[in-house]
């Protein structure tokens, strides 16, 4: 089982930006097909947002296309997002996960999370 640690989320105004890390650790990231941020707004389900493969693959839900950008290093087991120009709807609790594809269903370690919050 792979154990993710999230960080970087914290407070920031509409149109601001925020970079989140995650690091993977139990297992080499190299091995791991998808790596993505998912998020959970209160009283909403989990929504994915964005995976990147192993390679040089990504996938994007509609909300996060032009405006975060999902990047990988297998060598330091590390998946980042970027997110710009973000909006009062982008705030959630935004979770890094692994899977054994890009698809979000096939998505099935997941860290604690990190809290983001945008204001108006």
């Known amino acids: 089982q792979v154990q993710l640690v999230e960080s970087g989320g914290g407070l920031v105004q509409a149109g601001g930006s925020l970079r989140l890390s995650c690091t993977a650790s139990?297992?080499?990231?190299?091995?791991?097909?998808?790596m993505g941020w998912f998020r959970q707004a209160p009283g909403k389900e989990r929504e994915f947002v964005a995976a990147a493969g192993r390679w040089s693959d990504k996938n994007y839900a509609a909300s996060a296309k032009g405006r975060f950008t999902i990047s990988r290093d297998n060598a330091k087991n590390t998946v980042d997002l970027q997110m710009n120009n973000l909006k009062p709807e982008d705030t959630a609790v935004y979770f890094c996960a692994t899977g054994s594809s890009l698809l979000p269903r096939d998505f099935v370690d997941w860290g604690q999370g990190t809290q983001v919050t945008v204001s108006s």
């Open positions: 139990g297992r080499a990231s190299s091995s791991i097909s998808g």
